[in-house]
């Protein structure tokens, strides 16, 4: 029987330490600091740069986690199942087969079991219904790719995060300004840690040479700034590990909008977290006291969404100050004129905005009413 962290064992305990002592390998600063992440807290959320190791990071999570946990489960997934098969879980082999006798248990394609209760497997991202009867007090769950995994297998894995020790660790190139990853460093920060890796943090670009065989280099970095300059999203994305700042359909830079919310202001500092290796700032500090004068009459704002991963918005503005924002999901546009309806009745507006684009139109037909 493989040993487990009921045994007094540091080796099995410290995610870094069964890295090096037990799988042998090297890590770097940043991937050490995912690993401890990954121990001490139970959501985190990892924006990576191309080249960066954190397939092979996350390989090494999936092996220390059922290790050291009994009874264990660990369930991975990625967009598609060849990106389970032939990426997370081919790292896995290939670190196994370094410890083999240690590790113990039978590894087989997308699945490595211990016991009965005590097993990692990878699943496709192709149905919520994956993700249901897994029961477990010591579960972790690892997303990989995980910008491209869709709404509703998020909401499979929140209904495994109620077990007694849950951890989620997401790991992505952030490339889209929606979705579940994007939340995590933005609107739900609060329950993540989050970490960015930049290729500038890689030791091979730092100093000029190959130090960790396998990261980034500098001459890839400088030949992407050549190619796609260093202020497009396509290099703030895939070199520095950062959320572009125009999405595809947007017509105003994220940068711009922070820029006008802090204008006059101290934009805010990042977090106790992201100074340890965490990206990502304190989104709870935004509106700071003094930000702008709430008078007059309030306006109420309302962008009207129908199904699947967008939200309706109806947000109520009075003066320069922007007092409540309420999102809903999955209403139809009869449900969404309620919403709206109530937001007037509690804060008599002098105007009510809708976008009647598209599937507003309803409920501006409704409202008219």
């Not at 032939?86 to 590894?107: C, D, M, N």
């Not at 989050?194 to 970095?221: C, F, Y």
Request: proline share 4%; net charge negative; glycine share 8%.
């Amino acid at each position: 029987m493989a040993p487990s962290a009921t045994d007094d064992n540091k080796e099995i305990i410290d995610p870094v330490r069964f890295a090096e002592e037990t799988l042998g390998v090297s890590l770097w600063d940043k991937q050490k600091g995912v690993l401890n992440a990954i121990r001490r807290r139970r959501r985190v959320a990892v924006r990576s740069g191309n080249g960066l190791g954190k397939d092979f990071t996350a390989a090494v999570a999936l092996l220390w986690y059922l290790h050291a946990h009994d009874p264990g489960i660990v369930l991975s997934t990625a967009p598609t199942f060849r990106q389970v098969r032939h990426v997370l879980w081919r790292q896995i082999h290939a670190l196994h087969r370094r410890a083999a006798e240690t590790l113990g248990g039978k590894l087989l394609d997308i699945r490595w079991e211990l016991a009965e209760d005590r097993y990692a497997m990878g699943l496709s991202a192709t149905g919520a219904d994956q993700f249901q009867g897994f029961h477990c007090e010591n579960m972790l769950v690892v997303v990989d790719e995980a910008e491209g995994v869709a709404e509703p297998i998020y909401e499979a894995i929140d209904a495994v995060m109620t077990s007694v020790n849950p951890k989620l660790l997401l790991i992505s190139n952030p490339t889209r300004l929606s979705g579940a990853f994007y939340r995590a460093f933005h609107q739900e920060q609060g329950i993540y840690e989050t970490i960015t890796i930049s290729a500038l943090d890689s030791p091979n670009v730092e100093n000029g040479r190959i130090d960790v065989p396998g990261l980034v280099t500098a001459q890839w970095v400088e030949e992407r700034r050549a190619v796609w300059g260093e202020n497009s999203d396509r290099f703030r994305s895939r070199v520095l590990g950062r959320f572009p700042e125009r999405g595809a359909d947007s017509l105003i830079a994220m940068s711009d909008i922070e820029a006008a919310v802090y204008e006059g202001h101290p934009s805010p500092q990042p977090s106790p977290a992201s100074r340890e290796g965490a990206g990502g700032y304190d989104w709870s500090e935004m509106f700071l006291p003094g930000m702008g004068t709430a008078s007059g009459s309030a306006v109420i704002g309302v962008d009207v969404a129908r199904f699947g991963s967008d939200r309706s918005v109806v947000a109520v503005r009075r003066g320069e100050v922007v007092e409540e924002i309420s999102v809903f999901a999955r209403l139809d546009t009869m449900a969404v004129a309620g919403n709206v309806v109530a937001s007037v009745r509690k804060h008599r507006p002098r105007l009510v905005n809708v976008d009647e684009i598209g599937v507003g139109s309803g409920v501006v037909d409704r409202l008219r009413e």
